[in-house]
């Protein structure tokens, strides 16, 4: 099994920044992609920005020029820096990895329990 744990979620006003991370341990083969989504209440979850192994990322039209996704792959570890927030960023990010357990094996995917980000003045 693999965990997802997220930290640096909060409450921050318009015009703001935050830094999400994201950690993965446990029985890790390896890791593909990484990526975060959002779910804001009465929506559906949605995705925000994904990295591969390689550093290939993609945003979300929403966030382009404003989130940056990067990875740290000796840390199994997956950031999301989020500046110039607006209140429709409000939401629950949730870290996702598709990771691999055991040579051979397909990967699967892993989901954090989310972290609250909220923007408000």
């Known amino acids: 099994q693999v965990q997802l744990v997220e930290s640096g979620g909060g409450l921050v006003q318009p015009g703001g920044s935050l830094r999400l991370s994201c950690a993965a341990s446990?029985?890790?083969?390896?890791?593909?992609?990484m990526g975060w989504y959002r779910q804001a209440p009465g929506k559906e979850r949605e995705l925000v920005a994904a990295?591969?192994?390689?550093?290939?990322?993609n945003y979300a039209d929403s966030v382009k020029g404003r989130f940056t996704i990067s990875r740290n792959n000796a840390k199994n570890t997956v950031y999301l820096q989020m500046n110039s927030l607006k209140p429709e960023d409000t939401a629950v990010y949730y870290c996702?990895?598709?990771?691999?357990?055991?040579?051979?094996?397909?990967?699967?995917?892993?989901w954090g329990k989310g972290t609250l980000v909220t923007v408000s003045s």
């Open positions: 990295i591969t192994s390689g550093g290939s990322t």
């Open positions: 996702n990895a598709n990771a691999n357990t055991r040579w051979g094996l397909p990967g699967v995917d892993y």
């Open positions: 446990g029985s890790i083969f390896s890791i593909n992609a």
